[in-house]
């Protein structure tokens, strides 16, 4: 089947009587899918860590040193691709980040000096810079408000998912091939994904004249002139978004590189007995992906206004977060992977909702700037988020400092992202001209 007769097909079925067609369903998927291996690759070093680090003789700063490159890599390329998916548009921008994020998984395989690694690492951090902003104006351009924050919690959950098969796969790729070929073999296998994206994706085909108008004005996904960043910087609804991820981004963050130390300080976990609490930690944080999309869409589908939906939503998991404050007071190792679990559903949960206020409040030529805007200021949070965990530990050798950050940092900022914007009320394209 061809790309124009799959458009064809899917031109053809409308559905419940309105614009939205079924292939946007195939495009959640194929968002699901990418975000999996972005998250795959991610982790694909953390795992190796060890054995590379007695084979190549790596320090404990040397390996620091490379997180914190591919960190302000990504921050740096939240900002471009955001601007880059504002004149090309999702199906281009996010073939461009796929290809550089694969070039740079193969690059670790052949890889030698710590230097070296660091240089693999921040490429890495450029093209997994472009997944969201891409991602997010696909979401936007085949979605409408009703269902934009469910889909965005699909596709979100491929994180998830990535994070769940990193330990279980690795392992036995290195085991039968070695750990340059395993880098190799997945850095290809993200360019078979990119052929089936370039051949399938296309914008969404415009309404039948008997249903009611196209999804938004997003639909339209030619180039244009992207809108001034000064602009976009007066906007205190941009801040709202920003703001929102420099302080909940660095929570995630967290989780990702600390929870592997946490559970064999405080549990006396290893590397083979990590699986099973890391995985259901990360299910658990797949369910509030998903589960936080869909209550504020199913609000929305009831009659409550976007403001009201969305900020309920937030709400919700931002208590939902708060007990993993005790979560280092527990000496049960299950009961504590339910109450980080728990925070993790609760992140993702607040996380798409907030992931939709750009598209909720931004006209389409703005959208991709103020989501790489706040992509920045969250990759920033992590490497701040990085360093005072790494103080903390070193000086008083205790999580529970960390922990408190974690679980009161979603009501903050939902205080904040409502005193900057009380109602999410849209922009204006005009206010946004120069």
């Not at 694969?102 to 710590?114: D, E, F, I, L």
């Not at 909720?360 to 700037?369: C, E, I, N």
């Amino acid at each position: 089947m061809n790309s124009d007769s799959f458009v064809a097909r899917l031109r053809a079925k409308p559905i419940d009587g309105s614009a939205r067609h079924r292939g946007r369903w195939w495009v959640a998927a194929l968002l699901f899918s990418a975000m999996a291996f972005n998250y795959f690759d991610r982790q694909m070093l953390a795992v190796l860590k060890p054995s590379l680090s007695a084979e190549l003789g790596w320090s404990e700063m040397d390996y620091a040193n490379m997180v914190f490159w591919f960190q302000a890599a990504y921050a740096t390329s939240y900002l471009m691709f955001g601007a880059v998916v504002d004149r090309v548009g999702a199906r281009i921008g996010l073939a461009v980040a796929f290809v550089i994020w694969s070039v740079a998984q193969m690059a670790h395989g052949v890889a030698r000096t710590a230097g070296e690694f660091m240089l693999a690492r921040a490429l890495l951090g450029i093209g997994e810079g472009g997944g969201y902003p891409a991602g997010l104006a696909a979401v936007a351009q085949w979605f409408d408000k009703q269902e934009r924050a469910f889909a965005t919690g699909l596709f979100n959950a491929g994180v998830n998912v990535g994070a769940i098969v990193t330990p279980l796969v690795v392992p036995i790729i290195v085991g039968a091939y070695g750990w340059r070929a395993a880098f190799v073999a997945t850095g290809l296998a993200s360019l078979v994904w990119l052929g089936f994206w370039l051949v399938f994706y296309r914008r969404p085909p415009n309404a039948d004249a008997r249903n009611a108008a196209p999804i938004d004005a997003a639909a339209d996904e030619g180039p244009t002139t992207p809108l001034a960043w000064r602009r976009v910087l007066r906007t205190r609804e941009a801040w709202a978004f920003a703001i929102g991820k420099l302080m909940i981004d660095p929570v995630f963050w967290m989780f990702l590189f600390w929870l592997p130390d946490f559970l064999h300080k405080r549990h006396g976990l290893e590397l083979k007995n990590f699986g099973l609490p890391l995985a259901a930690i990360y299910i658990m944080s797949d369910a509030g992906s998903i589960l936080g999309g869909w209550a504020s869409s199913a609000q929305i589908k009831r009659g409550a206004s976007v403001n009201r939906a969305r900020k309920l939503t937030m709400l919700v998991c931002a208590l939902l977060a708060l007990p993993v404050i005790f979560a280092v007071n527990v000496s049960n190792l299950w009961l504590a992977v339910l109450i980080i679990g728990l925070a993790g559903g609760a992140h993702q949960g607040f996380s798409v909702n907030l992931f939709t206020l750009p598209s909720d409040m931004f006209p389409k030529r703005a959208v991709g700037r103020v989501i790489g805007m706040g992509g920045a200021m969250g990759a920033i949070g992590g490497m701040a988020m990085s360093q005072y965990a790494g103080a903390v530990l070193a000086t008083i050798g205790s999580y529970t400092p960390i922990f408190a950050v974690a679980g009161c940092t979603y009501l903050l900022a939902l205080g904040i992202i409502h005193f900057l914007s009380p109602s999410l009320t849209p922009v204006a394209e005009a206010a946004l001209l120069d």
